[in-house]
């Protein structure tokens, strides 16, 4: 009909929109009223409203106040914790079926609650999913029921913080909390300003489903102050931290020296890449990519790389799918001029933009925006800026669409786009990243253990895996010592200069032996040429070894870099056979051996003799692990497949200690050697005469020449340079409360996993010749880092 109005579906279906949702904030509101609009701390399982203390107010998405939070004091975090530590002694004392009882009726508490949780979250523009929160809940209920049969030689660390920065999700938060207490452990709670509402509601609800007192408390005010306060506290046993980079660098550096463990978790603003294959369903592909780049709110900014023989039809699809599109909100205000500028920097460097609409002159708005023709070097593809901008880059092959997913220094997570299920298995192993997730984006569970790789993360949460920060072995006592930081200037850390050798005397025949290190394969002296002296028990120079300096650490590191990624891909089964003719090799040196620890540590030929047989067996023992220690399938809710993947670390700086000079050094070389990484030694400086005779056993084995390092010198100058060169993921030391503090202060930029021990053994060596089970599962879980593979059916 002429003039006709009427609309087919076609017209309606490209002109639909996402429809409105809710904005009713009716029942949040009422909460807000009852606790008289000003929500104070919450301290031993009630709120407490303290006089005189700043408030922080709390604004909505359109700027209007929702409430005031207190700032918490040193006096009332002092309050906070000594709460959580007597609410520790009748927690961790509780039945496992208690535990999981009190989380699990939680969820009651959630289901008659939700709604009001909801609102909150959306007033303090902190969105959360209330099945994903309930999801967690049953989850870790269930590990608090079976944490004595499945973890039966673990034990809780004690009072926990968990750390949150400003604009962290409460998920997030909860991912952390609710791990430590099904444990065991006891929470102070330091949530960022757009969770800290939501997070005192959820305390509330914990009490009424049953949680005692003190176990779960929050303190709300300047998130990194009051991290630092608490974990000064010598009551607090770990801390825990989600947020950004640079917040989680400050609390390392804040807490540097004061014995408390400190793990990062590092997802905000973190660059994942967005692979699309030419054999992936290119709608759906493109749908994903709408879906997840140009949401109001992300945790992490995404990079789209696209292979060339799709790119036309990709761009295509793109440009249809975004037109009509509007103007997506920016978190502040003044992010709108770093969008502006990125989007200028990138267009003077070739860069065309699609965009469904011109950007208005100014507002805290902008267009949904591609910018395609960039590369890889190109300053909002390395950093990307807030906002709805997605970096687009093209990629030929396969392989270097794997090697352009790895060009961020962040390895957080990554989205795989393929028909191939060959090729997303192959594309997710080769990727440096802590989840995949196959033709899907953005699937959270916590099942799926999160262990973010290089920039992201120096932990584990999620999943079996995330349990063991909460933990530790029972029959080991906590490695760092509590203490107050020592004044340390770490500029000048491990600049010391060893004493210089003077001829001793004509008599030549007498002189000391001189050893070689063992770098990349080879005996070799040190990069200065120098020298330091070997000294007997009775004081008498024993030999002269190799003082090692920050060239020859380079030196050790390139050949370990080298040699890894084979190392690493090797089947269990051949590093298994490697391991087995080391520990032949061992056998056949033994007496050598054991004159080299005699002469070396004055202990008795029995006792020597034990040391070398126990180290034998260490050998076989982590040979036999090798093809033993696996991941595996998880059993999820969604419809679909989720691999577990142990992956090793990389390189690994080990320093060692001075007990056991020679089984203290096979257990952790093995170790890691075993997982697929590669190791740098440093021997104990009072006793590395049988690290250099070991050299002459790897030298008979078939351990591939640069998987073992072993540099000579002072400790402090040798920690100093594995501590700040970027290639090394991990250092295990054992050595002196300044250099734990050091590392401590250092290794958080670039980010390392830490395994640090201030002081000797007290028990004479048993850790090393009797570890119990669960000290040996730590040293494994040590050595590997964890990938999560998503794979969905349908």
Not at 623 to 630: F, M, N
Request: net charge negative; with cysteine.
């Amino acid at each position: 009909m002429a003039g006709s109005t009427i609309k087919t579906v076609y017209d309606i279906f490209q002109s639909m929109d996402y429809g409105p949702t809710s904005s009713s904030t009716a029942t949040a509101q009422a909460w807000l009223e009852h606790q008289s609009g000003a929500l104070g701390l919450f301290i031993d399982g009630r709120f407490v409203l303290p006089a005189g203390r700043q408030t922080c107010s709390v604004t909505d998405s359109s700027g209007g106040s929702v409430c005031t939070t207190v700032c918490a004091t040193d006096e009332d975090v002092s309050l906070s914790v000594s709460s959580g530590a007597s609410g520790f002694k009748a927690w961790s004392a509780l039945p496992c079926h208690v535990r999981a009882k009190t989380l699990l009726g939680l969820v009651s508490g959630l289901q008659r609650y939700g709604q009001c949780l909801s609102e909150l979250c959306d007033l303090a523009q902190s969105p959360s999913s209330f099945s994903a929160l309930v999801r967690l809940l049953q989850y870790y209920s269930g590990w608090a029921q079976l944490r004595d049969t499945l973890l039966p030689d673990w034990t809780p660390r004690g009072l926990v913080a968990v750390v949150v920065s400003d604009d962290c999700s409460l998920y997030s938060l909860m991912l952390k909390a609710l791990p430590a207490l099904a444990m065991g452990n006891t929470v102070v709670v330091i949530p960022g300003v757009e969770t800290a509402i939501p997070a005192l509601l959820l305390a509330q609800l914990f009490v009424e489903a049953g949680l005692p007192a003190g176990v779960l408390n929050v303190v709300t005010g300047n998130v990194l102050s009051l991290a630092s306060t608490v974990a000064q506290n010598p009551l607090t046993s770990y801390v825990t931290y989600s947020g950004n980079k640079n917040d989680g660098e400050k609390l390392c550096r804040a807490t540097a020296g004061m014995g408390v463990p400190v793990s990062l978790s590092i997802s905000l603003g973190a660059t994942c890449p967005f692979i699309i294959f030419e054999s992936a369903d290119i709608d759906s592909a493109v749908d994903g990519v709408i879906e997840t780049a140009f949401k109001k709110k992300r945790e992490c900014q995404w990079l789209l790389c696209v292979q060339e023989s799709v790119l036309d039809i990709v761009v295509a699809r793109l440009k249809s799918r975004m037109a009509g599109m509007k103007s997506v909100p920016l978190q502040k205000e003044g992010d709108r001029r770093l969008v502006d500028a990125a989007v200028e920097e990138a267009q003077q460097q070739g860069a065309t933009l699609i965009q469904p609409c011109a950007p208005s002159p100014s507002g805290a708005s902008y267009p949904p925006t591609v910018l395609c023709g960039m590369a890889p070097s190109c300053p909002c593809v390395v950093t990307p800026p807030p906002g709805p901008l997605l970096p687009l880059l093209s990629f030929r092959s396969q392989t270097e669409g794997v090697t352009l997913g790895n060009h961020s220094p962040h390895g957080y997570a990554a989205s795989l786009w393929t028909e191939d299920l060959t090729l997303a298995l192959e594309a997710a192993k080769g990727l440096s990243v802590g989840s995949v997730w196959v033709n899907s984006h953005s699937v959270l569970d916590p099942s799926l253990p999160l262990s973010g790789h290089k920039e992201s993360s120096n932990c584990t949460d999620g999943g079996k895996e995330g349990l063991f920060q909460f933990l530790r072995p029972s029959s080991s006592s906590p490695s760092l010592p509590r203490s107050s930081p020592t004044s340390l200037d770490y500029s000048r850390f491990g600049t010391a200069t060893s004493a210089a050798i003077i001829p001793q005397g004509p008599d030549s025949s007498s002189c000391p032996r001189s050893y070689l290190q063992y770098v990349g394969g080879k005996q070799c002296k040190s990069e200065s040429g120098s020298s330091v002296s070997v000294l007997a028990p009775d004081g008498a120079v024993l030999a002269y070894c190799p003082d090692a300096g920050r060239k020859d650490v380079r030196n050790a590191v390139e050949a370990a870099i080298k040699v890894q990624p084979g190392w690493m891909k090797r089947s269990p089964t051949d590093r298994a056979q490697s391991l087995f003719t080391l520990a032949k090799a061992l056998e056949m040196k033994r007496r050598d051996l054991a004159a080299s620890l005699h002469s070396q540590t004055g202990l008795s030929l029995e006792e020597v003799d034990k040391e070398v047989e126990l180290s034998i067996a260490q050998l076989y023992d982590w040979a036999a692990r090798c093809d033993k220690e696996t991941g595996g399938i998880l059993p999820v809710p969604q419809s679909g497949s989720a691999l577990s993947i142990p992956e090793a670390l990389g390189v690994v700086g080990v320093v060692l200690p001075d007990s056991s000079p020679l089984l203290s050094m096979v257990s952790l070389l093995v170790a890691a050697v075993a997982m697929g990484n590669a190791v740098v030694m440093v021997p104990s400086p009072k006793n590395p005469l049988p690290a250099l005779e070991f050299i002459q056993v790897l030298q008979s084995s078939d351990i591939p020449a640069g998987v073992v390092n072993i540099l000579t010198g002072g400790r402090d100058q040798l920690t100093q340079a594995l501590a700040n060169h970027s290639v090394i993921k991990a250092i295990w030391y054992w050595g002196s409360v300044e250099g734990c503090q050091y590392l401590q202060h250092t290794c958080a930029s670039p980010l390392k996993n830490l395994w640090l021990h201030c002081l000797e053994e007290k028990d004479g060596g048993r850790v090393w010749s009797q570890p119990p089970p669960s000290l040996l599962e730590e040293r494994w879980r040590r050595a590997v880092q964890w990938k999560s593979v998503w794979i969905p059916t349908a």
